[in-house]
Every structure is written in structure tokens, then in C-alpha cells.
């Protein structure tokens, strides 16, 4: 059977996310597309694109982890999946280690959060909520060793 094309991936992750929005209730395909262009832009392989447009499906429950395993993709895009998603009740340091030790997820990582942080997103949220995820981020980039910016 024929592996997935990143066409065919987008319009997997643009419907398993059609009816979900963001914290600051836009559409959350607006996202998964930032973090696919983020991806793309800082030289990411075609393999760590189609974990952009995924990364979240699982953690979301947008897809299961049952369609996963078994989605004509590369196992490197699987991995790259899992290790992007969070395990719930999962501290910081353990979902750092993951990323970390799966070849390509720290970049895929990276856009990710280049994304959340995005100050005209965040400004979009009231300042509670501004204040607690500018934090986490903060931390996630920390512990990943990305620099500021």
C-alpha cells in the first residue's frame, strides 16, 4: 500500500481538527498549518511535515492512536507523532526527554511553540491565561535548549 501523501496528511489533520479551535477560539487549522509552514521554513524533512500537521491529533482525541499505528506513514512520522504528544498528567521534564530523544521531534517541537508563543496570538487571551502559557513556554523552550526568539 502506498504511504500517505503530505497532501493527503493535511487533509486528514484539517478534518480530524475541523470542529476544534484554539484558546482564543479560532479555527485550530490555522495552527496545525503555522506549525507545518514553521516546520517547512526551518528546513524540516517532508517526514517531520506530516508530524506538524499531526502533532496534536492524538493529544486533542482529534485522532486515535489506534488510527496511527495504523496509517500508511513512515514509522519515523509515527514516532515523531508520539513523542510530540503529551501524556496526560505528564510533567514537563519527561515530555522534554521524549522530544529530545526522538530524532527530528525538537524541531517539529520548536515550530510548535514558535507558534503558541506568537505575541499577536497570545494577545488575543485574557491575561491570566497570557501569563500562565507565555510561562510554560518559557519553560518548554528552556528545557528543550532552544534560545529565546
Known amino acids: 500500500m502506498a504511504k500517505l501523501t503530505l497532501d493527503q496528511v493535511e487533509a486528514i489533520a484539517r478534518d480530524a481538527h475541523a470542529h476544534q479551535t484554539d484558546k482564543a477560539g479560532r479555527p485550530y487549522a490555522e495552527h496545525i498549518r503555522a506549525v507545518a509552514d514553521g516546520v517547512r521554513t526551518r528546513g524540516g524533512t517532508d517526514e517531520q511535515i506530516a ?5 496534536d491529533a492524538i493529544e486533542d482525541d482529534a485522532l486515535s492512536r489506534e488510527w496511527l499505528a495504523a496509517a500508511e506513514l513512515p514509522q519515523q512520522v509515527k514516532d515523531l507523532v508520539d513523542a510530540m504528544t503529551k501524556r496526560p498528567g505528564e510533567d514537563a521534564e519527561s515530555y522534554a526527554r521524549r522530544i529530545l530523544a526522538t530524532p527530528g521531534a525538537r ?11 506568537d505575541p499577536d496570538r497570545l494577545a488575543l487571551l485574557d491575561e491570566p491565561t497570557r501569563a500562565r ?5 518559557a519553560t518548554m523552550r528552556r528545557l528543550l535548549g532552544l534560545t529565546a526568539g
Request: a neutral charge; hydrophobic letters at 55%.
Open 107 to 117: 524541531l517539529v517541537k520548536e515550530a510548535d511553540l514558535a507558534h503558541n508563543a
Open 133 to 137: 502559557l507565555t510561562a510554560k513556554y
Open 51 to 55: 508530524a506538524a500537521w499531526l502533532h
